[in-house]
């Protein structure tokens, strides 16, 4: 019996090593992203902002703190990490169902009937021969599922520095409006003032003191609503930092600094680093293999066990014990389960086909996340010289205005559209700013960016 096994042990073994039943994984075609990147600058020669790290990219030293205590405490970028715990986990157990299972058990029995007490001592041994791939493929689907969540959890953190850095700018952006607002309501309490002691001259009227006061009031009303907004964010904030709500100190929106240009490269090297983009082809991956595991299961299931150990009775002086020994070797074919078994490859086959389209959609997606972002950045510095352009002559309008009126040659309602008009261009110019800052953000992140 032992000269027949062992032939076939070591035909199972070599045919283990040797049956090619499935291809691995190749990536699609997705040359067609590269239409995507129609407005996106092109360079032999690139340094591209995705390859920036995102202490470089935000040079402001508070808005870093912030970043460093939302990658330590926040829970989203927490249930990733576990996420991940839980793959590695798997695959750790999919590695390990490759090697035989070993178990020992021990038995004694004593009774009227037997001389003394009957022990057995059996240590088991049990081996799935992989000869047809579904461990192994099981195994490969379990790596692409651990290289899925990293991804998953490198876009939980990259998606986390932006809006965090959204939250902050977003912050720079009302305290200057805030700023604007209250230069803005000294201006009309002057000019109460001077239409009050005009009035008293017989130079104006009733009606325009109280124009002024109703835009006084206004802008006040403007102001309470900037202070709710900016306690509003602070506390958003704080919840992504997984903090208190609290004050946060922080620059202002004039004295940040981001590149001049935004070259991005290569159109599909661009969106190598971006996570959901690899985790979408990992999902791809899985899927591929989970295929070949449900293809398996219409191969037959091939299983080495065996058993040994020692057996006796310790009242027994003739006998005190002998070695017991069992070796099976067993061939499962499935011929007929009920469609299980095609039932299943069709699901996997269709849920391959819905992570393809999904990896090509999430291609789409990341193309034209990074157009959008690239033109908005474009148009908002073009609309900021326009913006310091518009501002500079309503300066002047006001100013003359204000010199006319006094002398007579104006009237109040031509100085309050004059001064209406620099507020909205002032809150304008400051939203351009706000948005352009926004732009390198959203850039960064459609480009990957976010990873030390």
């Known amino acids: 019996m032992k000269k027949i096994l062992i032939p076939i042990v070591l035909f199972l073994i070599i045919t283990t090593n040797s049956c090619k039943l499935y291809k691995h994984y190749e990536r699609p075609d997705i040359s067609f992203v590269d239409s995507l990147y129609n407005k996106i600058p092109m360079a032999n020669s690139y340094e591209s902002i995705a390859r920036m790290t995102w202490r470089e990219l935000f040079a402001d030293t508070l808005l870093q703190d912030c970043i460093e205590l939302g990658l330590k405490n926040n829970t989203d970028l927490e249930i990733a990490r576990l996420k991940v715990e839980q793959a590695e986990a798997t695959l750790q157990a999919s590695k390990l169902s490759l090697l035989p299972s070993v178990s020992f058990s021990a038995q004694a029995n004593a009774g009227s009937n037997i001389n ?7 240590p088991s041994i049990s081996w799935e021969i992989d000869a047809f791939g579904r461990m192994n493929n099981s195994k490969k689907g379990a790596e692409a599922a651990l290289a899925a969540t990293e991804a998953y959890r490198q876009a939980v953190q990259t998606q986390l520095i932006a ?38 001259a017989g130079k104006t009227n009733e009606a325009a003191v109280l124009q002024a006061k109703a835009n006084k009031v206004n802008v006040e009303g403007s102001i309470l609503t900037l202070e ?3 306690v509003e964010q602070e506390n958003s904030l704080s919840a992504l930092l997984g903090i208190v709500p609290q004050e946060f100190e922080r620059g202002t929106l004039e004295n940040q600094m981001f590149p001049d240009t935004l070259l ?8 190598v680093n971006r996570p959901d983009v690899r985790q979408a082809e990992y999902k791809l991956v899985e899927a591929y293999y989970a295929t070949n595991v449900a293809r398996s299961y219409f191969y037959p299931t091939i299983t080495l066990s065996g058993n040994g150990g020692w057996s006796g009775a310790t009242g027994n002086i003739d006998n005190p014990g002998d070695w017991i020994y069992n070796i099976v070797g067993g061939l499962v074919q499935p011929i007929f389960n009920q469609g299980k078994n095609k039932a299943r490859l069709k699901i996997s086959e269709s849920q391959r086909q819905e992570a393809l389209v999904n990896f090509k959609q999430t291609l ?8 959008n972002a690239l033109v908005s950045w474009q148009t908002a ?8 352009l518009q501002i500079m002559y309503l300066k002047g309008a006001v100013f003359n ?12 309602i031509e100085v309050l559209t004059a001064q209406k008009n620099l507020l909205q261009a002032e809150l304008t110019e400051t939203n351009d700013k706000y948005i352009e800052i926004q732009s390198v953000i959203t850039l960064y992140h459609a480009l990957g960016g976010g990873l030390e």
């Open 116 to 122: 003394g007490l009957s022990y057995t001592l059996a």
């Open 163 to 200: 809006t965090i850095a959204d939250s902050y700018y977003t912050l720079l952006m009302l305290d200057e409006q805030l700023d604007i607002s209250k230069r803005t309501l000294k201006t009309w309490e002057e000019n109460i003032r001077t239409l009050s002691a005009l009035k008293r």
């Open 228 to 230: 709710k907004q900016i």
């Open 264 to 271: 991005t490269g290569l159109p599909l090297s661009s969106l």
């Open 364 to 371: 789409l997606d990341a193309g034209t996340e990074a157009n």
């Open 381 to 388: 510095r073009k609309r900021l010289d326009s913006d310091k």
């Open 401 to 412: 205005t204000q010199l006319l009126m006094k002398n007579g040659q104006a009237t109040y």
